[in-house]
């Protein structure tokens, strides 16, 4: 496979990812999982791996402007971000900020471009155990009025199964057969509720008991 280009990478390390240092559930945790299956992406359909890279590892970056528009926040970090122009040229920015633009799972039309399929379907939490910990800490921050495991476990767990589209599964855009493996086994997993409630509790008690939970209410900014 292509490798990302060095100088490219040495600058998305050095200023792009600090912007997650106080992100839990959109951290560097997520974003490298979303550039392995984005790099996985890039290779099966021959796409642009400094496209793909850059587009990963800019789609969350916004958060920190803009919650609920940072796609658009993300896409304008990208667009002007001048050292990017010695990469790519114009046209390919444009691709990229659709990408980014489009990138949200809650989005119900298809997005404007492929790079944005792509970027939305690795967007996607395929392992209960990293979902869960990410829902925690987004129950834990908007919902402080719930105390239990219990009420946190059946507002995650309905959140969830509200993403499973017309045709009972959960959206993917490409279709990628290795994508498409992962989400039904995930899938099958899931809606065995209380296989899911287990796995969701050891991650609760996991958090508890390293911290986590304690970062999450008092250090870390993302919801
Ligand atoms: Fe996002
Ligand atoms: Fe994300």
Redo the contacts with the bound molecule.
């Keep these: 496979m292509k490798r990302v280009n060095k100088d490219l990478k040495k600058y998305i390390e050095e200023n792009i990812f600090p912007k997650y240092d106080k992100f839990y559930a ?1 951290g560097m945790i997520h974003i490298n999982n979303v550039i392995e299956n984005m790099m996985m992406l890039a290779e099966y359909y021959d796409l642009n791996v400094d496209m793909a890279y850059t587009i990963a590892s800019y ?2 970056s916004g958060l920190g402007i803009d919650r609920e528009n ?2 658009y926040e993300s896409g304008k970090i990208l667009i002007n971000d001048k050292e990017l122009k010695k990469y790519f040229s114009d046209e390919q920015l444009d691709i990229m900020r659709e990408a980014i633009e489009d ?2 799972g809650s989005r119900k039309t298809r997005p404007r471009n492929f790079y944005g399929e792509c970027i939305s379907d690795s ?1 996607r939490d395929f392992d209960i155990s990293i979902l869960a910990r990410r829902q925690i800490n987004t129950t834990l921050k908007c919902y402080p009025e719930i105390r239990t495991f219990d009420e946190h476990f059946e507002r995650c767990y309905k959140y969830i199964c509200g993403r499973i589209n017309s045709s009972g599964v959960f959206n993917l855009w490409t279709n990628n057969p290795i994508l498409v493996e992962r989400r039904d086994k995930f899938q099958e997993d899931y809606l065995n509720k209380e296989y899911a409630r287990e796995i969701y509790k050891n991650e609760w008690n996991n958090a508890i008991m390293d911290g986590t939970m304690d970062k999450i209410l008092n250090y870390y900014e993302d919801y």
């Design positions: 959109h789609h969350d940072h796609e990138h949200r967007d």
